[in-house]
T-cell receptor, first 110, second 118 residues
């Protein structure tokens, strides 16, 4: 079945450094969603990308969808302690199944 | 407040003792689904429901059952729990799972249910 590979699995950064997580698929994706899960919390929707080459920004977060729609990235500029958590990408391609990446756990050292 | 409510939040049980984790949403969402979260494996879909009386298997359905008799409720049933079902479980819902550009497929998650099977 469809798989979405997410890297890295863990990332420790100093506060103020940048952070990037990547999702890759061997097949073309119709869409990709990003969720954030705070420690001890539940996943919360961040954004959805649908168009080839799409770039969306939310304050210090930049989301990209690859031109071939096979990969996506989430970049955080100048991390803060509030960015701590696990970031997941997810694909459902308009079907009823959702495939989640394995997540990237971000720790920010003050 | 729009939300997905799961109960219980924490449960310790023993092998073979049937249990049900309830899930209820107040957003009139058509689509509901269950996931389990295990370290290093991310979120894996167990079952989903497109609407009342319509359910289907996700990627890891073995050992689980579901039902969707009402639009708002989607309970997860473990008929004979085993230790390998020890996990963190999430219920989620969305308006629908299609219509990508409208955001109708965005999932709202419950707070999670941590289950330990001894």
């Amino acid at each position: 079945g469809q798989q979405v590979m997410q890297i890295p699995q863990y990332q420790h950064v100093q506060e103020g450094e940048d952070f990037t997580t990547y999702c890759n698929s061997s097949t073309t994706l119709s869409n990709i969603q990003w969720y954030k899960q705070r420690p001890g919390g539940h996943p919360v929707f961040l954004i959805q990308l649908v168009k080839s080459g799409e770039v969306k920004k939310q304050k210090r977060l930049t989301f990209q969808f690859g031109e071939a729609k096979k990969n996506s990235s989430l970049h955080i500029t100048a991390t803060q302690t509030t960015d701590v958590g696990t970031y997941f990408c997810a694909v459902n391609s308009g079907t009823y199944k959702y495939i989640f990446g394995t997540g990237t756990r971000l720790k920010v050292l003050a | 407040e729009a939300q997905v409510t799961q109960n219980p939040r924490y449960l310790i049980t023993v092998t073979g003792k049937k249990l049900t984790v309830t899930c209820s949403q107040n957003m009139n969402h058509e689509y509901m689904s269950w996931y389990r979260q295990d370290p290093g494996l991310g979120l894996r879909q167990i079952y989903y429901s497109m609407n009342v009386e319509v359910t289907d298997k996700g990627d890891v359905p073995e050992g689980y059952k579901v039902s969707r008799k009402e639009k708002r409720n989607f309970p997860l049933i473990l008929e004979s729990p085993s230790p390998n079902q020890t996990s963190l479980y999430f219920c989620a819902s969305s308006l629908s799972s299609g219509f990508l550009s409208s955001g109708a497929n965005v999932l709202t998650f419950g707070a999670g249910s941590r289950l330990t099977v001894l």
